[in-house]
């Protein structure tokens, strides 16, 4: 063989091996590249991480939960403008392409010239297949194995997925700033509205924000968004997706946006709504919770609930005045920015009216201020300026909170105390209302499901329900006198005493409940036996390790405003404990029912209807207390309104009933109240559980917030009289309708042993009257007689002399 033959076959081996080489080479890169490819047919069942929408009892959108804030939306329920904003602005030839549109890619790469001259990122020139392959299967990475790999993903999902199913998942995938992800989170944020209501402007601008939604912030960038807004409605008019007429009107408009994203538009149920979520958060998991896209509908009343918060922080407000001014929250020397430092101060967000203001001068109680937001001057209301000097005298450069009035400033404090409102309906269990403290921006701590206080007298209903399941009545007596215990504090004795101080001798269980009589309770739970009580306070649900202690009879041991709430809806509803809830149904995406918290089935309820009675639904909870006995006590609690300790809220008019409560020294102050229909529980103290001040009962804070609620509640559900039991036998005593079990309506009470201390006053009403005026305020005028009992029951006999 010839030299260049030979050499001519050598370079033929190597030139083969070398394409072999490189073969092999391209062949395992390609393996390393492709290895972990996700296999794009998963996205036939892909959905992305769905917010979990909470509503209210009438539909109103009240929260929201989520990682990612995304409204799920099937391509067929997404408004045609929508879809043209979006393939205008990033895909125009989207339906004609494979999945890669080599146009694009070219205006791209001549982009690219410049952007690697000036340093900026380059671009792409994807589709929105690529897009959605980045998106949801591969990394945000800018390099060329990503950009490899999402071109070979873009023709898989093309041949595994419709246009519109690529679609659908890029409209509700993609990120559009303002917390939102996908297009009906984006709509409902930025402007307040639903895909179906925008306008094509609006469109055109969330259209505008895929390729950098800070860049075209609607706030912080105005002129570049609106610029970006109008280039997009040109690019929809040059595709004749829009008239020379209509890109006209639309560039006109100008670009309106909400201040900020908000979850609801409803802002009075924060701490309601982060209950609910914990609650459902232990039924379904955080993960399913922040994105299985649930529909959960609650048991929140929105007038109910928007009442409560008002009441709420009227009365702490009305309390926190009576305390007089604590002082400036800080001081400024008025040298520039002290507008912004004031501004960092955190209001009440419920307070929207509230300013940050600096004191410019004073003289006397002539004031003038200067607000941080505004930079507006004015006068300080003089009567709030003497209540402030009174206290702690105010000086220039002081930084107070104000609010306008009237072309003046009224002189506004955030309360130190706190306190909660629950509302409860008795028959069911639903929570209507739930507030948890003064203002959840500033502690979301809620006082109504985690603040374990002792209850006071608002306990005593729970001893006088336990005599009544035994053998006592309403007209049973009980001595008020003084009594005494080994076991007090130091070695020493115990003995309970009267708010009064004074004694009043034999009393009936009526007249003791209405006047909250101590030491006649600490009697009656004596005889009971404290086991007894004990164990009814868990069987209601009040609390479940109580201590069977005599002092536990006055409220000693320690419950929650929810829990003591809904132990007096058995009061109410005929003697069954109810188990509260918040989360009547929730539904999966797919509309799949997968919790309800009427858990009863109905045997007939599928049956067609031939003329048959309707079904009937065993009623809710398990019974804890005779018919009877609920029902008296309804009758007794009643009489607490009508002619004892809660007297203030007599206004409320007939069969209005609760109990006030108060603790040693005054740290807590409660008062738990109900008609027919409604059960509220209403709790005042200071976190740190400091004494709230001489005098702060019951009937001081928690009777007027109560009272104010019920003027709203009692418009939607009017009071109406408690229901009568069947079997109960009813007696005039004293003036009153008593209700007894059958056989204790002719018992004659025991004597009653006699005091062992002298019994007090022998003006027993002049007494009565100085403390109901001391705890409630002068009695308004006396209400009306009682009515008569039903006329099918016959007249009701007058046992005032066996009593």
């Known amino acids: 063989m010839k030299l260049a033959e030979r050499w001519f076959v050598w370079a033929g081996i190597v030139l083969l091996g070398a394409i072999a080489l490189a073969g092999l080479i391209v062949a395992i890169y390609a393996a390393w590249l492709f290895h972990d490819l996700p296999d794009a047919s998963e996205l036939a069942d892909y959905r992305p991480p769905t917010a979990t929408r909470v509503y209210a009892v009438d539909g109103t959108l009240i929260g929201e939960f989520s990682d990612e804030r995304r409204i799920y939306v099937p391509y067929e329920q997404i408004p045609l403008p929508v879809v043209q904003a979006f393939l205008a602005a990033e895909d125009r030839n ?23 001259v000036s340093g900026r990122r380059l671009e792409g020139g994807s589709t929105i297949t690529q897009q959605v392959a980045k998106n949801v299967l591969l990394t945000n990475e800018s390099s060329l194995n990503r950009k490899l790999k999402e071109a070979i993903l873009s023709s ?87 008239t020379p007429a209509q ?27 982060e209950e609910a979520r914990r609650r459902a958060i232990s039924l379904f998991g955080r993960e399913q919770v922040n994105g299985g896209g649930y529909y959960m509908r609650t048991t929140l009343d929105p007038e109910l609930q928007s009442a409560a918060r008002i009441a709420l922080m009227h009365g702490l407000e009305q309390y926190d005045r009576r305390h007089g001014w604590r002082g400036a929250w800080g001081t400024t020397d008025f040298a520039p920015g002290w507008q912004a430092e004031a501004l960092k101060k955190t209001l009440p967000a419920e307070r929207r009216s509230w300013q940050a203001a600096a004191i410019e001068s004073v003289a006397g109680n002539t004031v003038r201020v200067r607000t941080a937001r505004d930079d507006r001057a004015g006068a300080l209301i003089a009567a709030d300026a003497a209540w402030a000097n009174a206290n702690r005298q105010l000086r220039r450069g002081d930084l107070i909170f104000v609010e306008p009035q009237n072309g003046q400033f009224a002189l506004r404090q955030v309360p130190a105390v706190n306190g909660a409102l629950v509302a409860i309906e008795p028959q069911t269990g639903r929570v209507l209302a739930m507030v948890g403290g003064y203002s959840y921006a500033l502690s979301s701590f809620n006082r109504a499901t985690q603040a374990w206080r002792q209850p006071g007298s608002a306990f005593k209903p729970i001893v006088y329900a336990t005599a009544l399941e035994g053998d006592y009545t309403p007209a049973s007596i009980i001595l008020d006198a003084p009594i005494s215990f080994a076991g007090g504090a130091n070695g020493g004795r115990w003995t309970p005493e009267n708010y009064s101080r004074e004694y009043y001798g034999p009393q009936s269980l009526r007249r003791g409940l209405e006047l909250s ?22 069987r209601m649900g009040v609390a479940d390790n109580m201590v069977p202690n005599l002092s536990v009879s006055l409220g000693a041991g320690e419950t929650t405003p929810y829990r003591l709430t809904a132990a007096y809806a058995a009061f109410v509803n005929g003697g069954r404990r109810i188990d509260p809830y918040l989360i009547e149904m929730v539904q999966d995406r797919n509309g799949e029912t997968i ?26 909870g398990e019974q ?78 928690p009777v007027p917030i109560f009272t104010e609620f019920m003027q709203t509640a009692l418009k939607s559900r009017p009071a109406r009289p408690f229901v009568r039991p069947r079997n109960a036998i009813f007696r005039t005593v004293n003036g009153i309708e008593e209700a007894f079990r059958p056989g204790t309506e002719r018992q004659r009470p025991a004597a009653p042993t006699a005091p062992a201390a002298p019994v007090g006053p022998q003006n027993y009403y002049d007494v009565l009257r100085r403390e ?21 029951r016959g007249p009701a006999e007058d046992l005032s002399g066996l009593y």
Not at 260 to 270: E, H, I, L, S
Not at 603 to 614: A, I, N, T, V
């Open 94 to 116: 989207f339906f004609q392409h494979g999945g890669i549109d080599v146009s694009g890619i070219g205006r791209a790469m001549f982009k690219n010239l410049f952007n690697v």
């Open 156 to 242: 898989r999902l093309e041949a595994t997925l419709t246009k519109e199913q690529i679609l659908e998942l890029y409209l509700n995938e993609i990120f559009l700033g303002y917390r939102s992800f996908g297009v009906a989170s984006a709509a409902y944020n930025y402007f307040g509205k639903s895909l179906a209501q925008l306008t094509p402007d609006e469109a055109a601008f969330l259209a505008s924000l895929p390729k950098g939604p800070n860049n075209y912030h609607p706030k912080r960038h105005p002129g570049a968004a609106k610029g970006r807004r109008d280039w997009v409605l040109g690019e929809m008019a040059q595709s004749g997706w829009l």
């Open 247 to 273: 890109l006209i009107e639309a560039r006109a408009r100008p670009l309106k946006t909400q201040d900020a994203p908000r979850r609801a538009a409803y802002a009075d149920a924060d701490f309601f709504v």
């Open 517 to 538: 009589r101590n030491v006649m309770t600490v009697r009656l739970a004596q005889a009971v036996g404290m086991d007894k009580i004990v164990a009814m306070s868990k």
């Open 595 to 620: 919790f309800r918290a009427d858990g009863r089935t109905c045997r007939d309820c599928g049956r067609p209807f031939s003329g048959q009675e309707s079904p009937r639904l065993a009623p809710r």
């Open 624 to 701: 804890v207390l005779d018919p009877i006995t609920a029902y008296q006590m309804s009758s007794m609690l009643e009489g607490v309104v009508q002619r004892g300790t809660a007297a203030s809220a007599r206004g409320l008019g007939r069969y209005v009933g609760g109990k006030t409560g108060t603790t040693n020294e005054y740290r807590s102050a409660w008062f738990v109240g109900f008609s027919s229909d409604i059960v509220v529980g209403v709790f005042i103290g200071f976190d740190d559980n400091r004494s709230l001040g001489s005098g702060e009962t019951g009937a001081g804070t």
């Open 772 to 792: 109901e005026e001391a705890v409630a305020g002068p009695a308004p005028a006396a209400p009306p007689p009682p009515s008569a009992p039903p006329p099918e």
